[in-house]
């Protein structure tokens, strides 16, 4: 493992290009692996308090909001504010990923204090088509760390069919409206002593089709009569 301070200054979306040269000083027949692309982003640091609620209404379509950072794993696809005529949502275009299999993308929340209460749910808005016949399918995971980011707990998952809030759809899926959203709740309270909880969804693609998610905030309990699910499935 090679750690190197990078000297990155300002926030932003960054580009990390690591490369091999004259290896073992022979000729390198299959030049085309020899590098790495790898996109991330810097935001201001700084510690949000609850309540806490993100609906993307105030950010520009094709970015993410201010405080919130991405991880392009391979500079390809990314996580971006979707906007149609009624409402904003961040969104991941699986349908678009050609080729992808099982490649990771990650949209992580700025630092959080949960200390407020001894009680506290994640809430968010799900949305995802999958599409006709398909063989793999797309996953969405939610992951947790108290530790400054140095390792991440899976508190929440689903994929397959079972991550679907819609039928199959052929073409490029795209929410009607709130009917295609499904409220998720997971239980972080056993997280509450945390005053620098990091949580990151973690998209897995295999080229099906859109997932987004909305009105991320935090609950001090279960909303009765919300779609309630803290299960770790996939």
């Known amino acids: 493992e090679l750690t190197k301070n990078l000297g990155v200054q300002g926030a932003g979306t960054h580009t990390l290009k690591v490369w091999t040269m004259d290896v073992n000083k022979v000729t390198d027949w299959n030049a085309t692996n020899d590098l790495q692309t790898i996109q991330f982003a810097v935001v201001n640091s700084g510690t949000a308090a609850l309540p806490y609620i993100e609906d993307f209404e105030s950010t520009l379509p094709g970015n993410i909001p201010a405080d919130w950072t991405l991880y392009d794993n391979d500079a390809n ?82 994929g397959g069919t079972a991550l679907n809030t819609v039928p199959d759809n052929a073409n490029l899926f795209i929410p009607a409206g709130p009917q295609d959203y499904q409220n998720i709740q997971i239980d972080l ?38 779609y309630n699910d803290h299960a770790n499935t996939s």
Request: proline share 4%; charged share 15%.
């Open 77 to 158: 696809a990314n996580w971006f504010v979707y906007a149609t005529e009624t409402n904003k949502a961040a969104a991941f275009n699986n349908f678009a990923y050609t080729g992808a299999q099982n490649k990771k993308d990650e949209l992580v929340m700025p630092v959080v204090d949960l200390t407020a209460s001894p009680s506290i749910w994640l809430s968010f808005d799900l949305s995802h088509a999958s599409r006709p016949n398909a063989i793999t399918y797309d996953s969405l995971e939610v992951l947790m760390s108290t530790d400054c980011g140095n390792t991440f707990t899976s508190v929440w998952g689903k």
């Open 189 to 226: 309270s056993t997280y509450t002593p945390n005053n620098k909880a990091i949580i990151k969804f973690v998209n897995w693609s295999n080229n099906g089709n859109s997932t987004l998610i909305d009105n991320v905030h935090f609950l001090p309990s279960t909303t009765t009569g919300m």
